[in-house]
C-alpha cells in the first residue's frame, strides 16, 4: 500500500516510523490555511487536515492512503499558529507563561472515497517564564516554526510543568487516535511493526 504524509514535519514523520509504519512518502499540501474568523480551534484544526489531505490525494492519485494532520495551541479560545517572526513568538511565549492552555490536532486519512476526520486536544500547563528565558528559547530557533512557539519534545519542555492528554498530540501527531482510524482502512499498526522489527 502507498502512504504519503502530508506533511513535511520531522516530527510527523518519526512519529509514523514509530507506529509501525514504514516506505511512507511526504508530500507539501498547497492550500490556504487562512480560513477567516468564526471557527473554533476543534473546527479549524480539522477542517484545515481534510483540505491537506484532499490536496495531496487529488496529486496522488490511485490507491494512496493520506495521512494529514495540522495543530494549533489555543488559550482561552483563541488560537496561536506558528510566529511570523520573533516578536510574534515573543508575545505567544508571554501569553502562555503561568497559564494552562490547550493543543489540538486536526487529523484525516484518506483513501479513495473513505475519509475520517477526527481531533484530539491535550492540556498544558506552563510554569512562569522570565523575559530572558522566553529571549534565551527564541535565540535557539526552536520556536519559529512551531504552533504556539515551542515544542514539548525540545528545549520547550524545560518551561512545562505538565500535561493532561496524549503527549504526541502536542507533538503534533495523537498517535492513538490515529491508530485507530487506520485500524478501519485495515492498517494494522502493531501487526507492521512486529512484521518490521520481529
Same mark, same amino acid.
Given at each position: 500500500?502507498?502512504?504519503?504524509?502530508?506533511?513535511?514535519?520531522?516530527?510527523?514523520?518519526?512519529?509514523?516510523?514509530?507506529?509501525?509504519?514504514?516506505?511512507?512518502? +511526504?508530500?507539501?499540501?498547497?492550500?490556504?490555511?487562512? %480560513? &477567516?474568523?468564526?471557527?473554533?480551534?476543534? !473546527?479549524?484544526?480539522?477542517? #484545515? /487536515?481534510?483540505?491537506?489531505?484532499?490536496?495531496?490525494?487529488?496529486?496522488?492519485?490511485?490507491?494512496?492512503?493520506?495521512?494529514?494532520?495540522? +495543530?494549533?495551541?489555543?488559550?482561552?479560545?483563541?488560537? %496561536? &499558529?506558528?510566529?511570523?517572526?520573533?516578536? !510574534?513568538?515573543?508575545?505567544? #511565549? /508571554?501569553?502562555?507563561?503561568?497559564?494552562?492552555?490547550?493543543?489540538?490536532?486536526?487529523?484525516?486519512?484518506?483513501?479513495?472515497?473513505?475519509?475520517?476526520?477526527?481531533?484530539?486536544?491535550?492540556?498544558?500547563?506552563?510554569?512562569?517564564?522570565?523575559?530572558? !528565558?522566553?529571549?534565551?528559547?527564541?535565540?535557539?530557533?526552536?520556536?519559529?516554526?512551531?504552533?504556539?512557539?515551542?515544542?514539548?519534545?525540545?528545549?520547550?519542555?524545560?518551561?512545562?510543568?505538565?500535561?493532561?492528554?496524549?503527549?504526541?498530540?502536542?507533538?503534533?501527531?495523537?498517535?492513538?487516535?490515529?491508530?485507530?482510524?487506520?485500524?478501519?482502512?485495515?492498517?494494522?499498526?502493531?501487526?507492521?511493526?512486529?512484521?518490521?522489527?520481529?
Amino acid at each position: 500500500m502507498n502512504i504519503i504524509l502530508a506533511s513535511q514535519s520531522p516530527r510527523r514523520k518519526e512519529l509514523l516510523s514509530r507506529m509501525g509504519l514504514s516506505g511512507f512518502k +511526504t508530500m507539501s499540501p498547497d492550500i490556504d490555511e487562512n %480560513l &477567516g474568523g468564526g471557527l473554533s480551534p476543534s !473546527e479549524l484544526v480539522s477542517r #484545515l /487536515s481534510a483540505l491537506k489531505a484532499q490536496a495531496v490525494a487529488e496529486r496522488a492519485g490511485g490507491d494512496t492512503l493520506i495521512i494529514a494532520a495540522d +495543530t494549533v495551541v489555543a488559550v482561552d479560545g483563541a488560537v %496561536l &499558529g506558528k510566529p511570523s517572526d520573533a516578536l !510574534e513568538a515573543f508575545k505567544m #511565549l /508571554s501569553t502562555l507563561s503561568g497559564c494552562r492552555h490547550q493543543v489540538y490536532t486536526g487529523v484525516t486519512v484518506l483513501r479513495g472515497e473513505e475519509r475520517y476526520t477526527e481531533y484530539e486536544v491535550t492540556d498544558v500547563s506552563f510554569r512562569e517564564l522570565s523575559e530572558r !528565558e522566553i529571549e534565551d528559547y527564541i535565540r535557539t530557533g526552536e520556536p519559529m516554526d512551531k504552533a504556539g512557539a515551542y515544542g514539548i519534545q525540545g528545549y520547550g519542555a524545560l518551561f512545562i510543568q505538565g500535561i493532561q492528554g496524549d503527549y504526541y498530540n502536542v507533538m503534533g501527531l495523537p498517535v492513538c487516535r490515529l491508530g485507530g482510524m487506520l485500524e478501519r482502512l485495515g492498517v494494522h499498526c502493531m501487526a507492521l511493526a512486529a512484521e518490521r522489527d520481529g
